[in-house]
Nanobody, 122 residues
Framework: QVQLAESGGGLVQVGDSLRLSCAAW????????MGWFRQAPGKEREFVAD????????NYADSVKGRFLISVDNTKNTVYLQMNSLKPEDTAVYYC???????????????WGRGTQVTVSS
């Protein structure tokens, strides 16, 4: 079993930056790819970004390309999401997820955190 816990959410202004963190523990040998998803009120959960912490590589949703940066610290089993130039439409609950698969992309995620709220105020 893998446990994931997000932190770093909060209330920010348009144009501000925020960094989310997600720590993994438990059977971390099963944590190959780590990703971020988000869910805005009244909308379905959507893929944001992911990264393969074994062989590298990143993948981003078009809506965040050039503004968000995903990175991982394997010594801490932690993945980060640096969010820059935040917009009101980035407001959502952000979830961390992991999977054993080496393949990047939104499918196949097995373990999920409980989420952290990000609110971007105009």
């Amino acid at each position: 079993q893998v446990q994931l816990a997000e932190s770093g959410g909060g209330l920010v202004q348009v144009g501000d930056s925020l960094r989310l963190s997600c720590a993994a523990w438990g059977l971390t040998g099963n944590v190959v790819t780590m990703g971020w998803f988000r869910q805005a009120p009244g909308k379905e959960r959507e893929f944001v970004a992911d990264t393969n912490r074994i062989i590298g590589g990143t993948n981003y949703a078009d809506s965040v390309k050039g503004r968000f940066l995903i990175s991982v610290d394997n010594t801490k089993n932690t993945v980060y999401l640096q969010m820059n130039s935040l917009k009101p439409e980035d407001t959502a609950v952000y979830y961390c997820a992991s999977k054993k698969s080496y393949t990047l992309g939104p499918s196949g995620y097995e373990f999920w955190g409980r989420g952290t709220q990000v609110t971007v105020s105009s």
